[in-house]
Structures are given as structure tokens and as C-alpha cells.
């Protein structure tokens, strides 16, 4: 396979070359241009492609607000790389212009030290607002919202509210409500710039905003936030505190990223311990992080292995037993999957009520015992065929039967039960609930082919 | 467990109440004010909770704008039941208000026939556009777009910008972007309606406008748009067709649909089957879904008892063979799994060159190896402790390192080749990748004890 090229690549070589261009003849005011000129995340992909004698140069060059931007697009590791580049100075006017929310994670990162010291290079009133941002939980909207939002009166008029804005605009460039406030900061309602760009000039702001608005508190977790975004289709929502005051917003483009990790943290899930490990990660680390989980499930195995110790009598008069075992734990665990990956995906950032809960319970019970006696049917036939023997084909297929329903309602259960009592569900990982199965199916199997023993003659 | 309401349930119940209200005391003008002060997505919560009779009341009250944004927040089935309830004449004012890829999503649905007979009823222009979305395949960006932007010319002053979109406004009341095209209709720039309001009036649009823009093709698939979207932020993107000309445009909320949809897509791929199967799935779908993987996975799981069938003298002489048989097979799925877990959001929309490719390939092997050597070692002293023999323990390490290499593998190497042949990945889902791993580890397994057969006396 030769390395394929996608239009995306193909651009992103094209601008590194001019990039490079301009570096090199030390065309410093173009190339100053095509930096203001090339979105930002253009610029890191650029700035990945450069060596790194090439990328200091790159740096150096760009102005304060891009390199803002190119901080923010790229991950923890290169961002300290990139500010050590970039010397105390100016990392301190980089770090204030960029956005407060991925600054605020960036700093996360840092040791409690390091932190404090970055924080009191700055200006007193963004070190404010950040210590604040990193005073909320880690899951929580506060950790995500930016406090940069525009706040007007009910009784501006448009026009006022106009030239409120242009002298703050800078602050908000990415963001399409206007928040309307009481004397108390309390959010009262919202413009879309799209209605106020309309308004009639002697209307009053009251007249074009939405009363009822859709907020989020500043402590909800941010999976709830991102299913409102998600339901409302809204660009942005408004953070409020716990006395309603208006404290922050918070934008789709965040709630994106949100739900991309979510969907990775389920897949994951499913996946069992895999979390974190993705095309970059290094061999050590992925083992550091796949083996606890699959140690744990190695013992957990050799239970499955002690059941059929237990049976071992029966097992050796009739070893073709053992013909079916794989297949019954298998299947087991087959359906049990099924029905996790209903439920993992069901529980997003949506709390349940009881009676959501109980109409699943019922339903994925219909659905194995329907699913049973299907399966059962068939292997029973197909254990006649092949063994020549009814009571063998109908001990297989009742305990197919029998642990068809078990492992529907155990795929179920248990990550509800692990919800409903607060434990994090990843616990109830696609392989736990497959090696639990295969513990509970091979106890039903032998169980059920002992009774019959003295019917196998 | 009593039924517990979110605070966005108890809201929703609220505006009912009001709702039912208005709609007893016939106060029909209220009504309408309320619902236009309600956010659509409400309006829909709000109608599903009402009575079938006191549904029809609120369909037939409420404004054409609000019944438009209704039916595009509700499902294909409640659709038609909506409309079954407007009757023809007033379904057809709604749906020229509705989003044209939404109800596009919903002439596709319908029978070609009944297709046929709502676009000729339609006003020729929305008939027009309608067919042409439907044209594209069905999951390309031109199926996504919506076809309402405002396209404005370079040499536009600010004020005549706004001008033309004041007179077009209500076509586009959701879009953050201008398009700025030359006379043949090529899309040359792009200004933002926040630049465009706070633009000195002198200025002209060229000197206002990005003229680096990233856009996409009307046959692109709507993931690798996602990406894009997500990569650069954006709250929408431009569509072009083949020859460069403006056809449209694609929003981060139609973005946010996908992403969650591909999401619950790989959820269901690692659960295997369960693709389309929500909370609100009613048994026998869900069993209809989910039963022909269910029964192929059991023609499968019957492999690996064969393979059993066939080392029968070998199990028949050590029983205790078949003790380490379930956590083998387990193991071997397992660690499969998670491999699989990667690899199916590493592949999310993405295009994979060959160098990434070899390096995941190479680095799953490490992984392998090394998890293999420990569990090996773990499992070898184990069955001795057991078992007391070291033959046996060193026969079931040797194995277990033997299976959990090839589960790796298989976990990485099988959906990597699908989406390489093109072959929609989904057919490697968990379930599948566990039992293909079954069958292999139980050849290794019986194949390795058979040949030292001897040496365990």
C-alpha cells in the first residue's frame, strides 16, 4: 500500500510549503498575513508538519492571537513544548488570549506549584476568573463554559445595545446569543445577533427577546449539558449559578468534543478497560492499561473452570458435554452483549425514571425468552442430528433456553443496577458481563445435564 | 423506586399544564403567543405528552412556523401521524416551512409512489430542490444540506450586504455565515454575520471576507464532514459541487446528529447486531434485529464444539484439559475486544494512510506478546498449584500466550482489512471477533496439549 493522501493532507502540504517559503526569505510581514489568514487549526497542522529548528522559527513569528489559537488545537504535551519555545513572557500574553476553558484544562494538567506560579504572572482579573473556572468539578459545565459572553439590558434599545457591543466585541467573537440581564446580573433573556442585525431601531430589547431560556447550572455534569445542546439544537447555552445570576456560556464546538469522548469512553466500555488507548498510544502504555483488567478476568475465567471441575463425573461419562459448552457460554455472552450495548448507549448523560427502567426490564425479558426458544429449538435439532440422541439435544436446548434468558436480563440489569447506585458503569465492561455469562451458563449446563444423567444411559 | 422527575421533566409538565389551559378555555390567540415564546423542541415534548384528542386541538392551533419546527423534532412515525392529522392541504404549507434535509430524511421513508404525490403538490421550486437532494446518495453531505444560504458578491458594500439579506432574511434564520460567490455562482469567501455587523460602512466585502475557505463536496460522506466540522469548530460549512459552484451549506446541529448516530453505530458494532434498537424499540423488532446474529453466531459457536469433538481422545484421557477451556476461549475473546474497541474509533471517519496502519499493527503485537507473557506465567503457575503438574501448567501458559497473540491480532488485523476492502466494518462487531477467537483458541489450545499428550501420562 503506498501512502494514500487524502485532499485535506494534499492542502495542508501545500500551506506548509508556503509557510516554509516565507520563513526562510524571512518575509516576516507576509507571512504575518498568511497566518491571520489560515484558520487555526490549519496553523497546528502546519506547525506538525514543520522540523523543529522550523517550527521555533514558526513560533517566533506568528503574532500573540494566533499562537492563542494554535495553543488551543493541540494537546497537553505539546502545549507545554510549545510555551517552553515561547519563553515566561510571552507564554503569559499567549495564555491570555486564549480561551479560558482550554486554558483552564491546561492548567489542570500542571502540578499544584507550577499552577500558582503561572497564575500569578497574570493579570489579577484572569487569574481570577481561572482559579474560579478550576474551583468547579472536573465533569462539571463550570470546567467547560468561557466567562467571555456579552450581557445587555431589557430596556436598551438595539442601537444602544449595538455600540455596547462593538466596544466589547473583541471579547466574544464566537458567540451568537446576547444574554439580557436584571439589575441583579440575573438572566431575564436572550437575542440572537441574527435578531438584533434585524430589529426595527425603535424597539426595545424587551420586545425581541426569548423569555423562557434554556440554561444549565454551573455544576451540572457536562453530559447533561451536551444532551440539551444536542435536543434543543441550540449554538450556545447560558451557565447559571446556584442565586440564577448569569456566569458563563457554554458553545456546540465544546459540546462536540464532549460527545466524541463520551462515544470513545462507551466503545471503550464495551471494549472493556481499553479506555484512553488510541491510535498514538504507545505499546507500554496500552499494556500497562489493558493488563489489570485482564488479569482480573483471567481469575475470574478460572471460575468457569472450577464449575466444570465440579461436574467432572459428568463430564466423564458423557464427554459430549464438552462438544457444547463453547457454544452455551458463547452465546451467553453474545446476547448479554446485546444487550449492554442498548443500554450504555440509553444511559447518556439521561437520568431514568422507573417506569423507563421496569418497560426495559420487561422488554429485553421478552426479548430472550423469544430469543430462547428460537435458538433452543434449533440446537436441539441439530444435537439430535449430530449426537443421535433426544435427551442430550433437549438437555442442550433447555439449558440454551435457560441461559438465553439469563444472559439478556444480566447484559441489562447489571449496568442499570451499577447506574442506579451511582458506580460507574465502565465496570460493567462488554467482557465482564461476558465472563460472568459464561460462569452462570456453564453452572446451568451441567447443572441441567447431571440431573438428567441417568435418562443419557 | 418512585418515579423520580428531572428538572427537565418537571419544566416540561409545567408548559403542558399551561398549554391544556390555554387550549380548554379556547383562548386560541393566547396559544399562539405562548407557542411562539416555546422552543420547538418543547413544543414536541409538550405534544407528547397530551391526550390523543387534546393532540388534535394542539396540532390544529398552533402556526404554520411552529408546526414546521415541530415535525422536524419528532420521528418518522409521529410524522405521519402528524400529517395524517393536518390533512393534506395544511401538510403541505408545513412542509415547504421545514428544514429541507429534514424533510427530505422523511420523503426518502415514504413509499416512491406517495413520494411522488406530496412533491407534485408542492410550489415547482421546493418540489424542485427536494428532488435534488433526494438525488444524492444516502449518506453523502448533499443529503444533509440545506439549500437556504445567502450568497452575497464581493463587491458588495457592507450596507448593500445587508440590504439583500434584510429582504431574504426568513429564508436563512439559522445560518452564522455569508457566502460571498463571483458571477458564475463560485464560492470565493466567506464573511461572518459578526463581522459583517460591527464592519466599518466604507469597507467592501472582499476586504471583510476569508478567502481561504474549507469546504466540502455534495457527494462527500456526512462522517468525514463531521470530522472536518469538529477539527476546525466550525458552525457551518459550505457545500460545493463538482464544479466549484455554491450548493449549499451543513450546520453543526445536522453534525451533532451524525457524530451521536455513528457513536450509537459502534456501541451497536462492538455489541454486535443491535444497531437500531433504542429504549423505545418494541420486543419482537428488537428480537427480529437481533435474532439473525444470534443464530449465525450459533452455527459458528458450533465450530468450536467440532473442534472439541475432534480432540475428544485427547480430552477423554485429561479431563482437567477442559477445566482451562472456558478461560482460554474467554481470554482469547477478551483481549480481541478490546484490540477491536481501538481500532473502530480509530477508524471514525477518518482515512487511514499505510505507515498508521503498520504502526498499529506493530504495536498490537507488542501488546500481545507482552500481556501474553504475563498472563502465561500467571496462568502456568496457577495450574500447577491445581493441578500439580507442571507439564499440564506449562501446556495451558504456552497456550495461553499462543491465544492471546492471535486475539490481538484478530481483534485489530480483521476490522482494518474490511474497511480496507471497503466492506462495511460493522460485520466485525465484538460478538463476531469473540467467536471467530473461540474457535481459534480452542485449535491452539487441544492442538498443543494433543501434541505433548505423551509427556502428561
Request: hydrophobic fraction near 45%; include cysteine; glycine fraction near 8%.
Amino acid at each position: 500500500m503506498p501512502p494514500i493522501l487524502t485532499a485535506q493532507e494534499m492542502y495542508i502540504r501545500q500551506l506548509t510549503e508556503e509557510a516554509l517559503g516565507l520563513l526562510r526569505q524571512e518575509r516576516t510581514t507576509d507571512f504575518e498575513h498568511f497566518a491571520r489568514d489560515v484558520h487555526p487549526y490549519d496553523l497546528a497542522q502546519i506547525y506538525h508538519e514543520l522540523l523543529p529548528h522550523d517550527q521555533n522559527r514558526f513560533l517566533h513569528l506568528l503574532p500573540i492571537e494566533q499562537l492563542a489559537d494554535l495553543t488551543e488545537s493541540t494537546g497537553n504535551a505539546e502545549q507545554v513544548k510549545i510555551f517552553g519555545i515561547l519563553g515566561p513572557e510571552r507564554s503569559i500574553d499567549v495564555m491570555q488570549q486564549m480561551d479560558e476553558g482550554d486554558l483552564a484544562r491546561f492548567l489542570h494538567e500542571l502540578t499544584p506549584a507550577k499552577r500558582e506560579e503561572l497564575l500569578s504572572s497574570m493579570q489579577v482579573s484572569s487569574a481570577t476568573s481561572l482559579r474560579r473556572l478550576l474551583s468547579y468539578p472536573p465533569e462539571s459545565v463550570g470546567r467547560l463554559m468561557s466567562e467571555r459572553f456579552i450581557a445587555i439590558s431589557a430596556e436598551d434599545t438595539p442601537r444602544a445595545a449595538t455600540e455596547h457591543i462593538r466596544r466589547v466585541a473583541s471579547i466574544s467573537d464566537t458567540i451568537s446569543y446576547l444574554y439580557v440581564t436584571d439589575e441583579e446580573k440575573k438572566l431575564v433573556g436572550v437575542v440572537s445577533y441574527h435578531d438584533l442585525f434585524f430589529a426595527d431601531e425603535t424597539a426595545a430589547i424587551s420586545d425581541l427577546m426569548k423569555k423562557r431560556v434554556v440554561t444549565v447550572t454551573v455544576t451540572m455534569d457536562q453530559e447533561e449539558a451536551a444532551r440539551l445542546i444536542q435536543d434543543y439544537d441550540f449554538l450556545a447555552l447560558p451557565v447559571i449559578d446556584e442565586s440564577q445570576k448569569l456566569c458563563g456560556v457554554i458553545t456546540v464546538d465544546d459540546i462536540l468534543d464532549i460527545v466524541v469522548s463520551e462515544a470513545d469512553e462507551d466503545v471503550a466500555k464495551m471494549g472493556g478497560g481499553g479506555k484512553d488507548i488510541d491510535f498514538d498510544t504507545k505499546a507500554f502504555v496500552a499494556v500497562r492499561r489493558r493488563l489489570p483488567w485482564l488479569i482480573l478476568l483471567l481469575f475470574i475465567g478460572l471460575v468457569s473452570g472450577s464449575i466444570v471441575g465440579y461436574f467432572e463425573d459428568t463430564l466423564q461419562q458423557i464427554v459430549a458435554l464438552a462438544f457444547f459448552m463453547p457454544m452455551i457460554a458463547g452465546m451467553t455472552g453474545n446476547t448479554g452483549t446485546q444487550s449492554l450495548a442498548v443500554v450504555v448507549r440509553g444511559l447518556n448523560g439521561r437520568k431514568l425514571t422507573a417506569p423507563t427502567v421496569w418497560k426495559l426490564i420487561r422488554r429485553e425479558l421478552v426479548v430472550g425468552v423469544s430469543i430462547g426458544i428460537c435458538c433452543g429449538i434449533i440446537i436441539t435439532l441439530i444435537a439430535y442430528f449430530w449426537q443421535g440422541n433426544w435427551v442430550l439435544g433437549g438437555i442442550i436446548g433447555i439449558s440454551l433456553l435457560a441461559t438465553l434468558i439469563i444472559g439478556t436480563l444480566t447484559g441489562t440489569c447489571i449496568p442499570l443496577l451499577l447506574s442506579r447506585f451511582k458506580v460507574d458503569p465502565a465496570v460493567a465492561s462488554g467482557p465482564l458481563i461476558t465472563t460472568l455469562n459464561d460462569i452462570l451458563s456453564l453452572f446451568i449446563y451441567f447443572g441441567i445435564a447431571s440431573r438428567f444423567l441417568g435418562m443419557l444411559g
